[in-house]
């Protein structure tokens, strides 16, 4: 069974920094995509960073790019996203999924990840 949970979310000032966690399990990790996205109260689902470990492909989000950096740690099949500068519109709740046939590029969109775990606040005040 394919599993992923989100964790590391918290409350940060405006310019802070946090590190999110991914850990997953139930499935061979290089052979999916592991992708982050975000959820705003009243907003649309959006795509945040992505990365596949078969050939380190990494993509990012406009919104986020220069300030985010997705990397993992293979023995521990846990995918980070590590955030610095936040901004207050980058509260949101995170969440970490994974598909063995996602396309993972700059264009970070959900339409094709099938496997998601539930999510972390992240609330970044002003």
């Known amino acids: 069974e394919v599993q992923l949970q989100a964790s590391g979310g918290g409350l940060v000032e405006a310019g802070g920094s946090l590190r999110l966690s991914c850990a997953t399990s139930?499935?061979?990790?290089?052979?999916?995509?592991i992708g982050w996205f975000r959820q705003a109260p009243g907003k649309e689902r959006e795509g945040v960073a992505c990365y596949r470990s078969y050939d380190g492909t990494i993509g990012y989000g406009g919104s986020v790019k220069g300030r985010f950096t997705i990397s993992s740690d293979n023995r521990f099949k846990t995918v980070y996203l590590q955030m610095n500068n936040l901004k207050p519109e980058d509260t949101a709740v995170y969440y970490c999924a994974a598909d063995p046939s996602y396309y993972c590029s700059d264009y970070v969109e959900d339409s094709n990840m099938n496997y998601w775990g539930k999510g972390t606040l992240v609330t970044v005040s002003s």
């Open positions: 139930g499935f061979r990790f290089d052979d999916y995509a």
